[in-house]
């Protein structure tokens, strides 16, 4: 007689039905709950994070673009002045830090 190994043997299959009929009859919250259960929670802004605290200040910064006595270093992005140039290469310069 040939065995389907692929079918569902009958104990596994008793416990799958067991183990969702609990799950259906369990006491789990529903969706609305869970939601207005959330919604209470954002309310509590007032109290604040711990270790750290909202600022709604906008920071600002001045960029002030390349002199021309300055190059960006095509290792490390920085930008040097003329003076710290180890290498030019292919039109890139490098600086004596990662040339060092």
Sequence with gaps: MATD?????????ETQDKSLEALQSANAP??????????EADGLDGAGVPGGEFIAEELTVQVI???GDE???FSC???RHRSQIARQSGGHAYCTDCEG
Excluded: G
């Design 30 to 39: 529903d969706a609305r709950s869970v939601v207005q259960e959330l919604d």
């Design 71 to 73: 190059f960006t270093c």
């Design 77 to 79: 992005f920085l930008v």
């Design 5 to 13: 190994y692929d079918e569902v043997r009958s104990d596994v299959k």
């Design 65 to 67: 673009p390349q002199a």
